[in-house]
Nanobody, 120 residues
Framework: QVQLVESGGGAVEPGGSLRLSCAAS????????MGWYRQAPGKQRELVAT???????NYADSVKGRFTISRDNAKNTVYLQMNSLKPEDTAVYYC??????????????WGQGTQVTVSS
């Protein structure tokens, strides 16, 4: 099995910063793409940022210039540095990873989510 565990969420004032981390553990041979998604109450889950194994990144327009996604392959960990946070960023943030569980089989896995709240 594969498990993803997020950390780093919390409450912050507008304009503040947070760094989210997500570590993958279990039995697998590699990870293709890792990313962050978020979901606010009453809204659908939306993509925030993704990063491939070749370090190609993709960001939602709403966070570009403020958020930075990165990964540490030695630690099987993806990070999301969030700066200049706005109240609109308030949501549960979920980690996602496309994982090679064998050399010929892959699957998508999700973390349990971590709450980010931006308010005065």
């Amino acid at each position: 099995q594969v498990q993803l565990v997020e950390s780093g969420g919390g409450a912050v004032e507008p304009g503040g910063s947070l760094r989210l981390s997500c570590a993958a553990s279990g039995r697998f041979f590699g990870i293709y793409t890792m990313g962050w998604y978020r979901q606010a109450p009453g809204k659908q889950r939306e993509l925030v940022a993704t990063i491939t194994s070749g370090d190609v990144t993709n960001y939602a327009d709403s966070v570009k210039g403020r958020f930075t996604i990165s990964r540490d392959n030695a630690k099987n960990t993806v990070y999301l540095q969030m700066n200049s946070l706005k109240p609109e960023d308030t949501a549960v943030y979920y980690c996602n990873a496309e994982v090679l569980t064998t050399w010929s089989r892959r699957g998508a896995y999700w973390g349990q989510g971590t709450q980010v709240t931006v308010s005065s």
